[in-house]
């Protein structure tokens, strides 16, 4: 391992949150963005096997426990959060379609979108205000945050799976198109099964349950 790797190391090891290749090559102060990068996929590759891994989430990388050992550190069950279907159509909305207003969402959707579905996606940090549209009104907003990536398991959107895929792996019904017409030509990544067969009033239900 060289010296450039080395540091690239001890900076992420002690950093309080992930870093992307610039931030690291500014803090460094004499390697260039390209050389940080490729010192990332060479630790990337050194750690590939080892109890921790080196990953990249939304161009920012951190290290974390390997997958197949992450049990042994868990010292409390973790309490099972599930979306309500409301807040899981909503931020697969915003996933494929960011940055999204609150009204274009409910175009999509075809119903009322409550503030309250919004909340909690913001408050499980998987959903951030991105600014305002610069027309009439200037309305929010929407994006993913880096957490989304990393919650799912994503090193970036193009990540997301595609209808074909859903449908292969039988998360969707093959003649369902319901999810095709909220998502265009990418469907969102799973459906909810708390209550989805149950009609949907004007405002939604934005609980996670």
Known sequence: ??????AVEAALFAAEEPMSADALSAFLG???PGEVRDALHALAAHYEDRGIRLVERGKRWH???APD???LLRREKEQL???SRAATEVLAIIAYHEPVSRAE???IRGVQTSGGTLDVLMEAGWVKIAGRREVPGRPTIYATTPEFLEHFG??????????AELRATGLLDPVDDAYEDLMGEAPTETKADDGADEPESATDDSSLA
Do not use: V
């Not at 391992?1 to 080395?6: N, T, V, Y």
């Not at 994503?154 to 209808?163: F, V």
């Open 69 to 71: 050992l992450a049990h």
């Open 81 to 83: 959060r599930r979306l």
């Open 1 to 6: 391992m060289d010296d450039l790797a080395r």
């Open 154 to 163: 994503l090193a970036s959107r193009r990540d997301l799976p595609g209808l």
């Open 30 to 32: 004499d390697a260039a």
């Open 105 to 107: 969402i409910e175009s």
């Open 63 to 65: 290290f974390e426990t």
